[in-house]
């Protein structure tokens, strides 16, 4: 391996220590040496968003981090999402009753995103998160209903808070 | 409407059905199956069984897998579109550190794909794909060897490693190239780059239309762009040995499972028998992967011979530029009209740019065939003559991509339509209404025969939404404000659910039809169904499973469907033309009924009373008719069929299982539907803006509104692709422009508008469910509703668009009066 290094990385409220080449992208570390498969790679040039994650609470494309980068932040993945024994979260609940999933393939990406949206801008219209969205690419579902589910996160979040 | 509003037509009802006998007869009509059952299940958007884990990242797909000391694989490919391989030097390669293993063609010594069809010389050529290109490249990315290493990493140092020098030829990058005098010929065998050339249909009276045609005469030059399926997932394997099994497992992205394993088994030289292809989670499919892709087999091949674990994914940039492509095609389309407005005659030129190799299982005919069998459409064309070729070229080879020339036909006849429209002072929408066919069943002069539809509501209705939401007066506004709207329709019917019959008459050698189910009922009631169809995002394990529940009166969280598993299904086609609900649906429709006849028979003899006095009584148990107070439950019964079997009736045998098949008879059955569409064009940048994007659909009896509106929706986003943004083009080396998503553009949510949908349902006679197949037909109204919209915005412009992708410039030109 070239010039290994052993770095720790704070996933999902673990610590973890791994050995890689510096060449080593994060969306690799993530999926191959941590084993959080949730994480996706469609097109490893920072297009598609299957890969986004939340480091240290912005949307970030994993498969243009090189994992050492990440040293030092907070990384959270789609794993983090949700509770106990495999309940869904609000966001994860709306994108089941919205149908904002067909094979899933972009859906870990798109609940990473919009978890970063809806944190930024808690107001956000539907304009805006349709605006926001646009930041990564869904094959199957044409979209509207993971806007749709997206929206009506936001307004519950909103009305919870009120 | 719904079948019982149309009564069984006389064959002779209508005037334009072709004589019993000719091509058009089908001997006996297909025996009528769905027999009006509905229950509690199936109607219901119930919450998706593959929702929990897809949402929570504990979904398993291919890349996913890791498996105790697994290699990596990955492929050193031509870098030029047409050449002789002069030399090829792989030991450089394997002395990259980390690298395992490197084999060229000759190392592997392979067999070919070969896909062929029952079709004489003159018609059809074939032509053999090898796994790894042996002494010469016909295609930019065309595998030439496989390189394995320790890791991905180490695998593309491999890559770069390798030395391969080409003696370059001319390509051909165009079908007009293809087939000029003295072209490149790409395959030997096909000195004229035709791989295919059938001239399906001639029938009387065509010269005579035209020659006497008392309205007018139109004729249109329409041409798609390359498009690439591009399921989000691209394509990968992991092949295993497996000695004890004695067998190599393909864990692999496909949509046909079991062709997968026939080929491997093939090129290998081995018993079908020592390989298994099992399916992960899959992350669209859409088509591409309903072909076998020799990287699967050089993977298993692989594996093989290292008894070791191989894994290939393969990238974006391989799968833009070598994955297969499609619809690349190019209509020459005639057309006579009498007076009134209805078409005469029907005369087309198709010529489909297959690109460098023909697929197993399709063929490189399966687009011009398809195309040549349904250009008629929804409409009463009372003489049609056909020619349809599949031409050869140095680019990457072409699958069935979601609609298979439908979206192209569709544009073809449609732009026919609007044209005649124009030319005759008539509206567009009035024309479609005096042609569509509205008595059913219709035997159209292609010889097919058209189950009953909604053609004619679903374009009224369609219609009447523009018109109610006030589009029409608002184009008018736009207009005296100097802003171009334009209206577009497109109506459309798509045979679904091809069964044995259907697709023998496209006279492949490989006939895919029918489909398998299995299900077997455990000691606590609960069942596992298995499918041949694979689901690669169209929610078979929901929809199956209420299907199951309805027939057996059990809560769909009982029912599990398994497929994607060459050991567990006998034998199976996989899923694309929309045949999963229709065939997969139906066979595990048949194989609940009969468990239901199991369950019944067993209860009866242990309530000791006559069969015919007990039911299922759709909640789990069967019970006695005349005393219901007597009732088995499910679970009492499986503890006889397994624990107890001594008590079972003895002509009955232990365990509770069931199979069925299923082949849908005849012609198949056509969904329907109708996509209104309106579009702005910006003065400024020639942009496309779509204002409102209106589905009116019939796919017979709905399992899961949820999941079919999810397929309109998606499957319109992908034909609003093509009809204004993505296109693989190739420059005149045959290198291919587009290698990222920076090139290729895919449209993202700002991109694609909200679409709504309207569902009208005439169930399906003969499949067991009345469903049709919903898979496809957003992709194939969506490019020429948009189109026709986009005219509609330049009408007076005196420009006609007939090419998609539509591009800003085009629009820029035609409004700023350049030529
Ligand atoms: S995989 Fe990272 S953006 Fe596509
Ligand atoms: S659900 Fe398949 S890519 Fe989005």
């Given at each position: 391996m070239n010039d290994p290094h052993l770095l720790t990385l704070h996933v999902n409220g673990e610590e973890h220590e791994v050995v890689v080449e510096p060449r080593r992208t994060l969306a690799d570390v993530l999926r191959h040496d941590l084993r959080l498969t949730g994480t996706h790679v469609g097109c490893e040039h920072g297009v598609c968003g299957a890969c986004t994650v939340l480091l240290d609470d912005a949307p970030t494309r994993a498969c243009l981090v090189f994992a050492v980068q990440a040293e030092g932040a907070d990384v959270r993945t789609v794993e983090s999402l949700g509770g106990e024994h495999g309940a869904l979260s609000d966001l994860q609940q709306a994108f089941s009753d919205h149908h904002g999933l067909q094979c899933g393939f972009c859906t870990p990406g798109f609940l990473m995103l919009a978890e970063g949206v809806l944190a930024e801008q808690p107001d956000a219209s539907r304009e805006d998160i349709r605006e926001a969205l646009s930041a990564n690419l869904c094959r199957c579902t044409g979209y509207q209903t993971i806007v749709d589910a997206v929206c009506a996160t936001a307004q519950a979040r909103r009305e919870a808070t009120a | 409407?719904?079948?019982?509003?149309?009564?069984?037509?006389?064959?002779?009802?209508?005037?334009?059905?072709?004589?019993?006998?000719?091509?058009?007869?089908?001997?006996?009509?297909?025996?009528?199956?769905?027999?009006?059952?509905?229950?509690?299940?199936?109607?219901?958007?119930?919450?998706?069984?593959e929702d929990p884990r897809l949402l929570t990242g504990r979904g398993r797909f291919v890349d996913d897998i890791a498996l105790t000391g697994m290699l990596h694989a990955g492929f050193v490919r031509a870098t030029v579109a047409h050449a002789r391989v002069?030399?090829?030097?792989?030991?450089?390669?394997?002395?990259?550190?980390?690298?395992?293993?490197?084999?060229?063609?000759?190392?592997?010594?392979?067999?070919?794909?070969?896909?062929?069809?029952?079709?004489?010389?003159?018609?059809?050529?074939?032509?053999?794909?090898?796994?790894?290109?042996?002494?010469?490249?016909?295609?930019?990315?065309?595998?030439?060897?496989?390189?394995?290493?320790?890791?991905?990493?180490?695998v593309e140092d491999g890559i770069e490693a390798a030395?391969?020098?080409?003696?370059?030829?001319?390509?051909?990058?165009?079908?007009?190239?293809?087939?000029?005098?003295?072209?490149?010929?790409?395959?030997?065998?096909?000195?004229?780059?035709?791989?295919?050339?059938?001239?399906?249909?001639?029938?009387?009276?065509?010269?005579?239309?035209?020659?006497?045609?008392?309205?007018?005469?139109?004729?249109?030059?329409?041409?798609?762009?390359?498009?690439?399926?591009?399921?989000?997932?691209?394509?990968?394997?992991?092949?295993?040995?497996?000695?004890?099994?004695?067998?190599?497992?393909?864990?692999?992205?496909?949509?046909?499972?079991?062709?997968?394993?026939?080929?491997?088994?093939?090129?290998?030289?081995?018993?079908?028998?020592?390989?298994?292809?099992?399916?992960p989670d899959m992350g669209g499919g859409f088509g591409q992967k309903c072909v076998v892709g020799r990287e699967e087999i050089a993977v298993a091949a692989a594996a093989q011979r290292l008894h070791r674990p191989v894994k290939w994914i393969e990238d974006r940039r391989e799968a833009l530029t070598a994955g297969f492509l499609a619809r690349e095609q190019h209509y020459r389309t005639r057309a006579a009209f009498d007076g009134d407005g209805h078409i005469t005659a029907l005369d087309v030129d198709i010529v489909c740019d297959m690109g460098a190799y023909s697929c197993y299982p399709f063929t490189a005919?399966?687009?011009?065939?398809?195309?040549?069998?349904?250009?008629?459409?929804?409409?009463?064309?009372?003489?049609?003559?056909?020619?349809?070729?599949?031409?050869?070229?140095?680019?990457?080879?072409?699958?069935?991509?979601?609609?298979?020339?439908?979206?192209?036909?569709?544009?073809?006849?449609?732009?026919?339509?609007e044209r005649a429209a124009r030319a005759l002072g008539l509206d567009p929408v009035e024309v479609r209404r005096r042609n569509v066919i509205t008595q059913f069943p219709y035997t159209g002069v292609n010889g097919v025969t058209y189950d009953p539809g909604t053609y004619r509501e679903s374009l009224?209705?369609?219609?009447?939404?523009?018109?109610?939401?006030?589009?029409?007066?608002?184009?008018?506004?736009?207009?005296?404000?100097?802003?171009?709207?334009?209206?577009?329709?497109?109506?459309?019917?798509?045979?679904?659910?091809?069964?044995?019959?259907?697709?023998?008459?496209?006279?492949?050698?490989?006939?895919?039809?029918?489909?398998?189910s299995e299900i077997r009922m455990d000691t606590t009631g609960a069942?596992?169904?298995?499918?041949?169809?694979?689901?690669?995002?169209?929610?078979?394990?929901?929809?199956?499973?209420?299907?199951?529940?309805?027939?057996?009166?059990?809560?769909?969280?009982?029912v599990k469907l398994r497929q994607g598993d060459t050991e567990r299904i006998a034998y199976g086609w996989g899923t694309f033309a929309s045949r999963s609900v229709t065939i997969g649906g139906s066979a595990v429709a048949l194989a609940s009924e009969r468990l239901g006849e199991l369950l019944c028979r067993i209860a009866a003899h242990l309530l000791e009373t006559r069969p015919e006095n007990v039911a299922l009584d759709g909640d789990g148990g069967v019970v006695q008719l005349d005393d219901p107070d007597r009732r088995l439950s499910y679970s009492d019964i499986a503890d006889v069929a397994y624990l107890r079997s001594h008590l079972l009736p003895k002509d009955v045998e232990p365990t509770l299982t069931a199979t069925a098949s299923f082949d849908v008879p005849g012609d198949g059955t056509f969904s329907n539907a109708t996509h209104a569409v309106v579009v702005e064009a910006d003065a400024g940048t020639g942009q496309i803006r779509i204002l409102r994007y209106a589905c009116v659909e019939d796919c017979g009896v709905v399992i899961h509104p949820q999941v079919v509106e999810g397929q309109c929706r998606g499957g319109i986003a992908q034909g609003i692709a093509g009809a204004l943004f993505e296109e693989v083009t190739y420059d005149a080396q045959g290198e291919p422009s587009a290698a990222s998503f920076i090139d290729y553009l895919v449209p993202t949510a700002t991109e694609i508008p909200d679409i709504s949908i309207a569902h009208l349902e005439t169930p399906c006679a003969f499949t067991a469910n009345g469903a049709k197949g919903a898979g496809e037909g957003g992709t194939i109204g969506a490019p020429a509703a948009v189109l026709n919209a986009v005219n509609d915005a330049l009408r007076d412009t005196g420009v006609e668009l007939d090419t998609t992708p539509i591009h800003p410039a085009t629009v820029l030109d035609a409004l700023e009066g350049r030529p």
């Open positions: - | 409407m719904t079948a019982t509003d149309v009564p069984g037509l006389p064959a002779d009802a209508d005037p334009d059905r072709p004589e019993p006998g000719g091509e058009g007869d089908h001997g006996t009509p297909a025996e009528p199956r769905f027999d009006g059952h509905r229950g509690r299940w199936v109607g219901a958007s119930i919450p998706r069984h002069t030399e090829l030097d792989l030991s450089a390669v394997r002395e990259v550190p980390g690298v395992v293993a490197a084999y060229d063609a000759a190392d592997l010594a392979l067999g070919d794909i070969v896909a062929i069809l029952d079709r004489p010389a003159e018609e059809f050529t074939p032509t053999a794909m090898p796994v790894l290109a042996r002494d010469k490249v016909r295609f930019v990315g065309e595998p030439v060897a496989l390189v394995v290493a320790r890791d991905p990493y180490a030395r391969v020098s080409y003696d370059v030829l001319e390509a051909v990058n165009s079908s007009d190239g293809a087939l000029a005098e003295g072209a490149p010929v790409v395959h030997d065998e096909a000195p004229d780059n035709v791989l295919l050339d059938v001239s399906m249909f001639d029938t009387p009276g065509v010269d005579e239309a035209f020659a006497d045609a008392g309205g007018c005469v139109v004729e249109v030059e329409t041409r798609s762009g390359r498009q690439n399926a591009l399921p989000l997932e691209t394509r990968g394997a992991v092949a295993s040995w497996d000695a004890r099994d004695d067998q190599l497992l393909v864990q692999t992205t496909t949509q046909v499972p079991h062709q997968v394993r026939t080929m491997v088994a093939r090129c290998l030289g081995v018993p079908e028998r020592t390989v298994r292809v099992t399916v005919g399966i687009e011009p065939l398809m195309a040549s069998a349904e250009m008629p459409s929804v409409y009463r064309v009372p003489a049609y003559r056909v020619r349809g070729r599949a031409i050869t070229s140095n680019k990457a080879p072409t699958a069935p991509y979601r609609g298979v020339s439908r979206p192209q036909y569709v544009v073809a006849i449609e732009r026919v339509m009224d209705l369609a219609e009447a939404i523009l018109r109610d939401e006030g589009w029409y007066d608002e184009r008018d506004r736009a207009a005296a404000a100097g802003r171009h709207l334009g209206i577009g329709y497109c109506c459309f019917s798509e045979r679904t659910g091809y069964g044995s019959e259907a697709f023998a008459k496209r006279k492949m050698t490989v006939v895919p039809g029918f489909d398998l069942v596992v169904v298995t499918s041949g169809t694979m689901n690669h995002g169209q929610s078979h394990e929901t929809t199956f499973a209420q299907i199951v529940a309805d027939r057996l009166g059990i809560d769909t969280a009982r």
